[in-house]
């Protein structure tokens, strides 16, 4: 039966994908950290977030509103990564993802 789209398994070609796998999962937890720390720093927070232009097909700029959503997600996947890292825990359990699905994100079910 194939799996992941191989047709052969072999114990390489699996060691490789779940390397590969949470390699990714890494990186993009690194790169949400580093968006994390871009706006509350470089970004201005709220209020920096609220002076970007509207381009890319968005006619408006980000209200208060979605400049904190985005604020929420991005605290909450850095914190992901923390956790992640065992440089954090977390009481009571938390859904990660929550302020993503809220602020709209379309990639999460």
């Not at 002076?51 to 209200?63: K, N």
């Amino acid at each position: 039966m194939a799996v992941g789209g191989q047709a052969q398994l072999t114990t390489g070609g699996v060691d490789a994908r779940i390397n590969a796998l949470i390699q990714n999962v890494d990186d993009a937890l690194e790169a949400c950290s580093q968006f994390n720390t871009w706006i509350a720093g470089a970004g201005g927070g709220l209020a920096g977030l609220q002076l970007i232009p509207a381009g890319g097909g968005r006619a408006t700029i980000y209200t208060a509103g979605d400049a904190g959503s985005i604020i929420n997600i991005f605290t909450d996947l850095n914190k992901l990564r923390q956790v992640a890292h065992g440089l954090q825990t977390v009481s009571p359990v938390q859904d990660f993802f929550v302020n993503a699905r809220n602020g709209g994100s379309t990639a999460l079910p």
